[in-house]
């Protein structure tokens, strides 16, 4: 399983964003517009890969198309939205479907899966349920990043607080709130 890291990041601009980390040496910053549809396209491709599993169940168990072609026919005729791809670089998630393997409790059934891929360098797989969680700590600390900004347009203002130490007490935040980094 690969794992990805979610916070809210101050952008080149001063303002602050959403920071995407997958691993120690990889990370992108969205805004807010980039943000919504990296989630969104996160939570389509999470649907995409269950979709691709539910047609090949029906087509093979219920219509008894033989495996081989069922998996043709997703693979060719109901290929993916090229915009999602667009939405998340410089990652993309690429829905699939295979059998469950052991030790899974559905070993042996089709489930959705979602490829991970980074710079075209596959980085492992993951459930439709993990990839939407990720799309909702996307969106949660999308949430972060503007209350992050609020609070440091009043430290600033109001408080009458210098720049740094405004900031400095935005990034100290993250400690004093449970479940900030998300993953």
């Known amino acids: 399983m690969t794992h990805f890291w979610v916070r809210s990041a101050t952008m080149p601009d001063g303002r602050y964003g959403v920071s995407i980390e997958l691993g120690p040496d990889r990370a992108f910053t969205l805004d807010r517009t980039a943000a919504l549809k990296y989630a969104a396209a996160c939570c389509y491709e999470a649907t995409a890969a269950e979709h691709s599993a539910a047609v090949l169940r029906l087509f093979t168990e219920k219509l008894n198309i033989p495996r081989e072609e069922a998996a043709a026919f997703v693979r060719r005729d109901l290929a993916p939205d090229p915009s999602t791809a667009r939405a998340t670089a410089p990652v993309r998630f690429i829905a699939a479907a295979g059998r469950a393997k052991h030790p899974c409790p559905d070993a042996g059934k089709t ?11 596959e980085q492992g797989w993951v459930s439709p349920e993990e990839l939407r969680n990720h799309a909702t700590g996307v969106l949660s600390a ?11 347009g009043a430290l600033v203002e109001v408080i009458e607080l210098d720049e740094a130490s405004a900031r400095a007490i935005v990034h100290q935040l993250g400690d004093f709130i449970p479940g900030r980094t998300v993953e």
């Not at 999308?142 to 440091?152: F, G, K, S, V, Y």
Request: glycine letters at 10%.
């Open 111 to 121: 489930i959705g899966l979602v490829r991970i891929e980074h710079d075209g360098i």
């Open 142 to 152: 999308l949430a972060a990043t503007e209350l992050d900004t609020r609070l440091m």
